[in-house]
T-cell receptor, first 115, second 113 residues
Framework: AQSVTQLDSHVSVSEGTPVLLRCNYSSSYSPSLFWYVQHPNKGLQLLLKYTSAATLVKGINGFEAEFKKSETSFHLTKPSAHMSDAAEYFCVVSDSNFGNEKLTFGTGTRLTIIP | EAQVTQNPRYLITVTGKKLTVTCSQNMNHEYMSWYRQDPGLGLRQIYYSMNVEVTDKGDVPEGYKVSRKEKRNFPLILESPSPNQTSLYFC????????????FGPGTRLTVL
């Protein structure tokens, strides 16, 4: 069974400081992992994804995430926050077993940027 | 423009009155799915479809139906809506399946009185 836990429901950082959004997953098979971002009153947009290639994944807008199997984590980071990063972020997991095409979303982390 | 469209964007209805939310994509995508978003619960997958006439349950399918008669369309049907189905609904599509980038529609805010 697949599941995902986002450890913080709300994160606040100052503009120009690093961002860390934490995600732990549970998977019975080799997982595919994703981060999606949702800006206010908008649909979701893919930031980055891991599908069993390089463990350090680079995404759009300077975000990156590292797949750590030993820690079952897929934390999202950015070196320097920008005001436009204020949004809700979702970690997503999907087991790579034959016949499974479900996606399981975390409960989301709201990122606030302090000017 | 490549996009996923949903209609209506806002809907207020009453308990028990059947309704359909339409979803259409113009990208020739194989995979389509429906989600509901509730505060504190994130997005939960209701149903997904791998191709025409192929649909399967997600994590919260109770009270919903779907059909996939054409590749581009994936309507969500609530045969007898109840207040606990008040939510924000998103349709999404991707080229082949779950590991591809999901493209989301703008959302439909449904209120069931």
């Amino acid at each position: 069974a697949q599941s995902v836990t986002q450890l913080d429901s709300h994160v606040s950082v100052s503009e120009g400081t690093p961002v860390l959004l934490r995600c732990n997953y549970s998977s019975s098979y080799s997982p595919s992992l994703f981060w999606y971002v949702q800006h206010p009153n908008k649909g979701l947009q893919l930031l980055l994804k891991y599908t069993s290639a390089a463990t350090l994944v680079k995404g759009i807008n300077g975000f990156e995430a590292e797949f750590k199997k030993s820690e079952t984590s897929f934390h999202l980071t950015k070196p320097s926050a920008h005001m436009s990063d204020a949004a809700e972020y979702f970690c997503v997991v999907s087991d790579s077993n034959f016949g499974n095409e479900k996606l399981t979303f975390g409960t989301g982390t709201r990122l606030t940027i302090i000017p | 423009e490549a996009q996923v469209t949903q209609n209506p964007r806002y809907l207020i209805t009453v308990t028990g009155k059947k309704l359909t939310v339409t979803c259409s994509q113009n990208m020739n995508h194989e995979y389509m799915s429906w989600y509901r978003q509730d505060p504190g619960l994130g997005l939960r997958q209701i149903y997904y479809s791998m191709n025409v006439e192929v649909t399967d349950k997600g994590d919260v399918p109770e009270g919903y139906k779907v059909s996939r008669k054409e590749k581009r369309n994936f309507p969500l049907i609530l045969e007898s809506p109840s207040p606990n189905q008040t939510s924000l609904y998103f349709c999404a599509s991707s080229l082949f399946g779950r590991t591809d980038t999901q493209y989301f529609g703008p959302g439909t805010r449904l209120t069931v009185l």
